[in-house]
């Protein structure tokens, strides 16, 4: 049995602590010490520290949680995205051109459109609706910037407008080379100072009324549809 004062263990039917002297009033023998105040205190301490500890973890746990559902989520809505982003794409097969900055390398495929349009205006190129005369401006500049050895230009149309009075033998001839690429240069040259497409050009000549504006467009669009199956232009082109 132990003292219900001090603790000390005592024979069994004792009256009288031999260590402190307290009478011991109940009999009888008790299985273990009393507790002392601050054994409770460390025992509350303990369950204190140990629900907040579970509780650190449940958050960490949740919050790991959380983070990987929400990366998920994100990734998945981005590639869903993606993809309708690039079936968009896919579907329309369209590249964009504009007027500012026509690539010379997309030449050959509108004078292949101008041709299957059976000679009808406007023509729609890619995301282009073209006129006869932005046609024109496009092929003869087209053909005299690649004669130059700058295939990889880009040319502005801007809006110019038709002949007034159009003209022009067109006789049967051929072309050479040079002279082809001179008189597109010369074409393209007179749109970009007045605004229009000449009446007529002279093929070795200025001013010498040679070919009409039809007749141009048929030689510029010959000129460019070998230039895009070889990658060079015609030693000539017949008229």
């Known amino acids: ?50 629900l907040v500890a579970l509780i650190v973890v449940l958050i960490i746990v949740f919050a790991a949680i959380g983070t990987g559902m929400f990366s998920g989520s994100n990734e998945e809505i981005s590639s869903d995205a993606s993809s309708s982003s690039s079936s968009v794409s896919g579907d329309s097969g369209v590249q964009s051109l504009s007027l500012s900055s026509f690539p010379v390398s997309e030449a050959p495929g509108l004078a292949q459109a101008i041709k299957n349009n ?56 051929s072309i050479a080379q040079a002279n082809y690429v001179d008189m597109s240069n010369r074409f393209a040259s007179w749109i970009d100072r007045n605004g229009q497409v000449p009446n007529y050009v002279g093929i070795y000549t200025g001013g010498v009324p040679d070919i009409s504006p039809s007749k141009m467009l048929d030689i510029e669009i010959a000129i460019l549809l070998q230039y895009g199956s070889t990658g060079t232009l015609p030693a000539s082109v017949s008229v």
């Open 118 to 173: 059976g000679g009808n205006f406007p023509v729609n190129y890619k995301s282009l609706s073209l006129s006869k005369a932005q046609c024109l401006y496009i092929l003869t500049k087209s053909v005299a910037l690649i004669g130059q050895g700058d295939s990889g230009a880009t040319i502005s149309v801007g809006n110019p407008s038709y002949a007034p009075h159009p003209s022009g033998r067109d006789y049967s001839n």
């Open 1 to 50: 049995m132990f003292c219900p004062k001090c603790g000390k263990d005592l024979p069994d039917n004792s009256k009288f602590c031999k260590y402190c002297g307290s009478q011991i009033k109940n009999k009888g023998t008790l299985s273990h010490a009393p507790t002392s105040a601050g054994d409770d205190e460390n025992g509350k301490n303990i369950i204190i520290i140990g």
